[in-house]
């Protein structure tokens, strides 16, 4: 019965999956391999992305830019700062209903 549920749900698996590749990239960056941080933080986000996770979406989105920021990649780092930013602003406003205040609130971070 257990093999039913778990052969249904791959959402059991990729969450902690998701989760320690976040942190398995955090800690390439932390060591300077970039490359190697970059790696398993996108495959992080394409679970993310897989489930919809829309929190973590922009959670690593932010993480993949901060990396490229630190290997001189200005331009992406820019671009996943600009997404997760959108992301993140969207997310507040969908809480408050009010565009001006999600702004506000995420300026205010």
């Given at each position: 019965m257990i093999m039913q549920y778990i052969g249904t749900s791959t959402n059991?698996?990729?969450?902690?999956?998701?989760r320690a590749l976040?942190?398995?990239g955090?800690?390439?960056?932390i060591n300077g391999q970039g490359p190697d941080?970059?790696?398993?933080?996108t495959r992080s986000l394409e679970i993310h992305r897989q489930h919809d996770?829309?929190?973590?979406?922009?959670?690593?989105?932010?993480?993949?830019?901060?990396?490229?920021?630190?290997m001189g990649n200005y331009a992406d780092a820019l671009e996943h700062y600009t997404t997760s930013l959108?992301?993140?602003?969207?997310?507040?406003?969908?809480?408050?209903?009010?565009?001006p205040t999600a702004l506000?609130?995420?300026r205010c971070r």
């Open positions: 059991i698996l990729e969450q902690p999956i998701a976040s942190s398995i955090l800690v390439h960056y941080a970059l790696s398993a933080l996770n829309i929190k973590g979406i922009a959670t690593l989105t932010s993480f993949v830019g901060i990396v490229d920021f630190g959108a992301i993140q602003v969207n997310l507040v406003y969908e809480t408050t209903g009010d565009y506000l609130l995420y």
